[in-house]
């Protein structure tokens, strides 16, 4: 004799196979391989069935040797994050992406993010901008740039090396005229032959008020920064996280350098001949 369940169980275990559907993960794996072949971005992404990506980012070696990792998925599938652009710079010094967020929170915000070769690190691009990235579709340029759209309306093209760099510094609540007008580097202080920017403050300590913007370039390198509104202010990124200031009312003379440690400032300005005697 055929048995026939109680509506209530067919009820039940349809239920449960509904939701045994609802959970299928579909999986995928990207790999991006950095312009020197040094090393591989692999991004493994998965989501359920009625959700959006989550990943999780490795940095392998050639050697299949995993040097950094971010996880971004959730307990849920919908608390995460997915990555939805990938992409080296052309001087494999950065693997660049940006997220969507799994659930659809914030769905104008697609952050971005950074892994810093040298750094050995991630970095968020949104908090280094003090701003809100609101296109995945980022464009990266040589060397180290990336443009981005932001939330404030404007579209932005940011060195990633310069923006590690200050993220390394030690030096904190710097004066805003120091920070919040930035300006291009001045062309006729850029000469062909410029050295590599120097990173230690003994090789600013030669100069003098009777120094050009021009020999201190000439010997040190091409400045970090460009400041100021009033007089020129050039930033120079030490190794040890400290800042070496440069201020020039016209680049013919220097008014000071200082070396600014621990929210300490010293003066880096050899005495004249002149001074000495005095």
């Given at each position: 004799m055929k048995q026939v369940l109680p509506l209530a169980i067919v009820a039940v275990l349809l239920g449960a196979l509904c939701g045994a559907q609802k959970q299928t993960v579909a999986s995928r794996t990207e790999k991006f391989r950095s312009p020197d072949g040094m090393l591989v971005a692999v991004v493994r992404s998965k989501h359920a069935s009625e959700a959006t990506d989550e990943s999780q980012i490795e940095l392998q070696t050639q050697a299949g040797t995993v040097s950094a990792k971010r996880d971004y998925s959730s307990g849920d599938g919908e608390h995460g994050y997915g990555v939805a652009r990938g992409e080296w710079t052309p001087d494999s010094q950065f693997f660049v992406y940006s997220l969507e967020s799994s659930g659809g929170h914030q769905a104008w915000h697609s952050r971005v993010w950074f892994f810093s070769r040298t750094e050995n690190k991630f970095?968020?691009?949104d908090d280094a901008l003090k701003?809100?990235?609101?296109?995945p579709q980022f464009r990266?340029?040589?060397?180290?740039s990336i443009t981005v759209e932001l939330q404030s309306g404007r579209a932005q093209t940011v060195s990633l090396h310069k923006i590690t760099r200050r993220l390394h510094r030690t030096v904190k609540d710097l004066p805003r005229y120091m920070t919040d007008i930035p300006q291009p580097i001045p062309e006729q202080i850029i000469p062909p032959d410029a050295p590599q920017t120097a990173r230690n403050v003994e090789s600013f300590r030669s100069f003098t008020d009777k120094s050009a913007m021009i020999d201190v370039v000439r010997k040190c390198g091409i400045p970090d920064e460009h400041q100021g509104s009033g007089i020129y202010i050039f930033?120079?990124?030490m190794d040890d996280g400290s800042l070496v200031v440069v201020g020039t009312g016209d680049l013919k003379r220097?008014?000071?350098m200082n070396h600014i440690a621990n929210s300490r400032s010293s003066s880096l300005m050899a005495k004249t001949s002149s001074e000495q005697r005095r």
């Open positions: 970095f968020s691009l701003d809100a990235v609101t296109n990266v340029s040589a060397p180290d930033l120079y990124d220097l008014l000071y």
